[in-house]
């Protein structure tokens, strides 16, 4: 298996622009994790999804952030309008049963 | 909020000492996780150890946990160069969510 893949890698936007990252979690695996890693407050979750489902979005910092999860081999987290604040690095994780997979990251920078 | 705590904040060792690196959390849990991330790099799943086990082995790892006192320690024995990176716990409670502390950044100098 490939690992779990998110793209892009690197986005450079400006502020108020809407971005949009993106997740291929691990076939077979039936839950999935949105994270964010800043230096100020760590690797924080942002929403997970259980069967496509979403379970708890509590970490959603504001209305400006939407997740949704189509289907079971995809998922998105879009951020519209964007501001400085949300650069960070954005992180996809899957998980079958107690460990979770993490894909690389997206590092989200906002002029 | 963040759940486990990790301590000390940074750690630099000499290669082939032991690198011990504690946790502590402030809620009951079902599992209690480390990961390490090199630097770029995703986060990767090294241990489990489930609430109602006190010590568990792989390979050069080593971690202990005490529910009574809420908290872990992993340690890294015989360390070497490739073993720098962060290192990170994770408290899974009853509603499968993973909760992170902030991270040990170890250095192991050659």
């Known amino acids: 298996d490939a690992g779990v893949i998110q793209s892009p890698r690197h986005e450079v936007t400006e502020m108020g622009q809407e971005v949009t990252l993106r997740c291929k979690p691990i076939?077979?695996?039936?839950?999935l994790f949105w994270y964010r890693q800043t230096m100020m407050r760590g690797l924080e979750l942002l929403i997970y999804?259980?069967?496509?489902?979403?379970?708890?979005d509590s970490g959603m910092p504001e209305d400006r952030f939407s997740a949704k999860m189509p289907n079971a081999s995809f998922s998105t987290l879009k951020i519209q309008p964007s501001e400085p604040r949300d650069s960070a690095v954005y992180f996809c994780?899957?998980?079958?049963?107690?460990?979770?997979?993490f894909g690389e990251g997206s590092r989200l920078t906002v002029l | 909020s963040q759940q486990g705590e990790e301590d000390p904040q940074a750690l630099s060792i000499q290669e082939g000492e032991n690198a011990t690196m504690n946790c502590s959390y402030k809620t009951s849990i079902n599992n209690l996780q480390w990961y390490r991330q090199n630097s770029g790099r995703g986060l990767v799943h090294l241990i489990l150890?489930?609430?109602?086990?006190r010590e568990k082995h792989s390979g050069r790892l080593r971690v202990t946990l005490d529910t009574s006192k809420k908290s872990s320690s992993l340690l890294i024995t015989a360390s070497r160069a490739a073993d720098t990176a962060s290192y990170f716990c994770?408290?899974?409670?009853?509603?499968?969510?993973?909760?992170f502390g902030k991270g040990i950044t170890l250095s192991v100098r050659p």
């Open positions: 076939s077979g695996h039936d839950y």
């Open positions: 999804f259980n069967n496509n489902v979403p379970i708890d």
């Open positions: 150890i489930r609430s109602n086990e």
């Open positions: 994780a899957s998980r079958d049963t107690g460990e979770l997979f």
């Open positions: 994770a408290t899974g409670g009853a509603n499968s969510k993973l909760t």
